[in-house]
C-alpha cells in the first residue's frame, strides 16, 4: 500500500519561510491526487491545497497567494513551499493521498483521501 512521509517542518518567525517535503512509497498507480491538510490545537483537520498528476492545483482560500503546491511525479515526491508564514498557520502538516482525481471540494472532504502521513509540525511565532 501506499506510505507517505513529510519532511520540512520546522519553527520560524511571521513572515518566514518553509518547503514541506512529502515522499510517497507503493505508489504504482499514475492517477492519484495528492495534497497537504493542517490541523492546529483543538482545530478539525482542513485541507490547505492539491494536486493532480495532470498539473490542475487547488488551494484553500487562506493560504492562495502564499503557498504553492508541486508535485514531482518520476519521484514520486510532493511539496508544498510556504512563504509570507503567518502565527495562523501553526498546525501540523499532513501528506495525504487518494487514487482518484481532486477538484475544487476535494479540500472539505478529507475522508475522501485514503493514505495519510505522520505529519510534521509547523510553528510560527510574532
Known amino acids: 500500500q501506499v506510505q507517505l512521509v513529510e519532511s520540512g517542518g520546522g519553527s520560524v518567525q511571521a513572515g518566514g519561510s518553509l518547503r514541506l517535503s512529502c515522499a510517497a512509497s507503493?505508489?504504482?498507480?499514475?492517477?492519484?491526487?495528492m495534497a497537504w491538510f493542517r490541523q492546529g490545537p483543538r482545530k478539525e483537520r482542513e485541507g490547505v491545497a492539491a494536486a493532480n498528476p495532470g498539473g490542475t492545483t487547488y488551494y484553500s482560500d487562506s493560504v492562495k497567494g502564499r503557498f504553492t503546491i508541486s508535485r514531482d511525479n518520476t519521484e514520486n515526491t510532493l511539496y508544498l513551499q510556504m512563504n509570507n508564514l503567518k502565527p495562523e498557520d501553526t498546525a501540523m502538516y499532513y501528506c495525504?493521498?487518494?487514487?482518484?482525481?481532486?477538484?475544487?471540494?476535494?479540500?472539505?472532504?478529507?475522508?475522501?483521501?485514503?493514505?495519510w502521513g505522520q505529519g510534521t509540525q509547523v510553528t510560527v511565532s510574532s
Open positions: 507503493g505508489y504504482t498507480g499514475s492517477h492519484y491526487c
Open positions: 495525504a493521498a487518494r487514487p482518484y482525481m481532486c477538484d475544487s471540494g476535494s479540500l472539505h472532504w478529507r475522508l475522501l483521501f485514503s493514505f
